[in-house]
């Protein structure tokens, strides 16, 4: 299997039920013995674990869990993530305007620090930035905290909503550096409703996952281009 061109990957058939019945940002750790999610429905950071690595049928829901309802928005929260050494992680809340979400809502990306490296129980909020899109469902931060790819859903704004955003930050994980680069790349031609995307700590290889097609994309990313965030060329599978 080539890695993050999904040739050869097979579905192998393991499920968990899981406290928050709205998941977002699935992380797990390197060695596959750890697992974390936010839960849109709960505002909560879950921590799990598995006795053997990667194996879903191991897996002890649920050792941890961290309220991050507090950290400034009080919607929706998506787009979990780590970032290299554990001493913080990203997520993103869909904060309501009006009582709405989608063309209602702007989303905000917050950043929370943590004294004990992944470690949910020890983080708190630390600051946040107002991204351009009202309905991003999730965020992927490269590895130096520069760079930030956030993937908008057409679920309630149409494809006028089905683009991908790169946000550029002067410095690393401090969000008041950061702004819009380039334009915004659609994707409704591929699927109507992404509802997650990762890019590769090299940055050249995304993967989104599609809820309309039910498929998993695989795209290639020019390099140096902020204009054009991913080529015109993907690869799916059920």
Same mark, same amino acid.
């Given at each position: 299997?080539?890695?993050?061109?999904?040739?050869?990957?097979?579905?192998?058939?393991?499920?968990?039920?899981?406290?928050?019945?709205?998941?977002?940002?699935?992380?797990?750790?390197?060695? /596959?013995?750890?697992?974390?999610?936010? +839960?849109?429905?709960?505002?909560? $950071?879950?921590?799990?674990?598995?006795?053997?690595?990667?194996?879903?049928?191991?897996?002890?829901?649920?050792?941890?869990?961290?309220?991050?309802?507090? *950290? +400034?928005?009080?919607?929706?929260?998506?787009?979990?993530?780590?970032?290299?050494?554990?001493?913080?992680?990203?997520?993103?809340?869909?904060?309501?305007?009006?009582? /709405?979400?989608?063309?209602?809502?702007?989303? $905000?990306?917050?950043?929370?620090?943590?004294?004990?490296?992944?470690?949910?129980?020890?983080?708190?909020?630390?600051?946040?930035?107002?991204?351009?899109?009202?309905?991003?469902?999730?965020?992927?931060?490269?590895?130096? +905290?520069?760079?930030?790819? /956030?993937?908008?859903?057409?679920?309630?704004?149409?494809?006028?909503?089905?683009?991908?955003?790169?946000?550029?930050?002067?410095?690393?994980?401090?969000?008041?550096?950061?702004?819009?680069?380039?334009?915004?790349?659609?994707?409704?031609?591929?699927?109507?409703?992404?509802?997650?995307?990762?890019?590769?700590?090299? +940055?050249?290889?995304?993967?989104?996952?599609?809820?309309?097609?039910?498929?998993?994309?695989?795209?290639?990313?020019?390099?140096?281009?902020?204009?054009?965030?991913?080529?015109?060329? *993907?690869?799916?599978?059920?």
């Amino acid at each position: 299997t080539d890695a993050w061109t999904l040739d050869g990957c097979s579905y192998t058939q393991h499920s968990a039920d899981l406290t928050d019945v709205n998941p977002y940002g699935l992380e797990f750790s390197d060695d /596959g013995t750890k697992m974390w999610y936010v +839960g849109a429905d709960s505002d909560d $950071v879950f921590y799990s674990t598995l006795s053997t690595a990667w194996d879903l049928s191991t897996l002890t829901l649920e050792v941890d869990t961290k309220d991050v309802s507090n *950290g +400034g928005g009080n919607t929706h929260k998506t787009g979990f993530q780590w970032n290299n050494n554990g001493n913080h992680f990203t997520i993103n809340d869909q904060e309501s305007i009006n009582g /709405g979400i989608g063309s209602g809502a702007r989303t $905000v990306h917050e950043e929370w620090s943590c004294t004990t490296p992944y470690d949910i129980m020890s983080c708190s909020f630390s600051e946040s930035y107002t991204l351009s899109e009202g309905n991003i469902m999730s965020t992927t931060v490269s590895p130096d +905290g520069t760079t930030i790819i /956030g993937m908008g859903s057409g679920v309630y704004q149409g494809t006028s909503g089905e683009n991908l955003y790169r946000y550029d930050c002067s410095t690393g994980f401090d969000l008041t550096s950061c702004s819009q680069t380039g334009s915004a790349v659609n994707y409704s031609s591929t699927d109507s409703n992404f509802s997650w995307c990762l890019v590769n700590d090299s +940055g050249d290889r995304m993967l989104c996952v599609g809820n309309s097609n039910k498929n998993i994309y695989s795209y290639t990313m020019p390099q140096g281009n902020p204009n054009t965030i991913i080529s015109a060329t *993907g690869t799916a599978i059920e």
